[in-house]
């Protein structure tokens, strides 16, 4: 089992900047590679960016690409995503994913563990 623990959501203007955390434990296999989703109203979740533990391969999506960053911190078992120049259509629950894979994967079906989710707002 694995449990996952987002933090850092919240409201912020255009142009701003948030870092979400999330905090894993349980079995580190099962958590190989970890990624950010997000779900905006009334859309499908989407896939945001994703990081493997070991080696720190990364894939963004092309709408986040160059003003998110994913990065993790293997002795406090933790990933962020530190989001820059933040618009308006950003606005979304974020997800934390974690699954037992070897690449960092964009499908949603490849991790197995989710958590709860954090609200990230940006206002025009």
């Known amino acids: 089992q694995v449990q996952l623990a987002e933090s850092g959501g919240g409201l912020v203007q255009a142009g701003g900047s948030l870092r979400l955390s999330c905090a894993a434990s349980?079995?580190?296999?099962?958590?190989?590679?970890m990624g950010w989703f997000r779900q905006a109203p009334g859309k499908e979740r989407e896939f945001v960016a994703a990081?493997?533990?070991?080696?720190?391969?990364?894939r963004y999506s092309d709408s986040v690409m160059g003003r998110f960053t994913v990065s993790r911190d293997g002795a406090k078992s933790t990933m962020y995503l530190q989001m820059n120049s933040l618009k308006p259509e950003d606005t979304a629950i974020y997800y934390c994913a974690a699954g037992g894979g070897i690449i960092a994967s964009s499908a949603a079906a490849a991790y197995d563990y989710w958590g709860q989710g954090t609200q990230v707002t940006v206002s025009s």
């Open positions: 349980g079995r580190a296999v099962s958590r190989s590679v």
């Open positions: 990081i493997t533990w070991i080696g720190g391969s990364m």
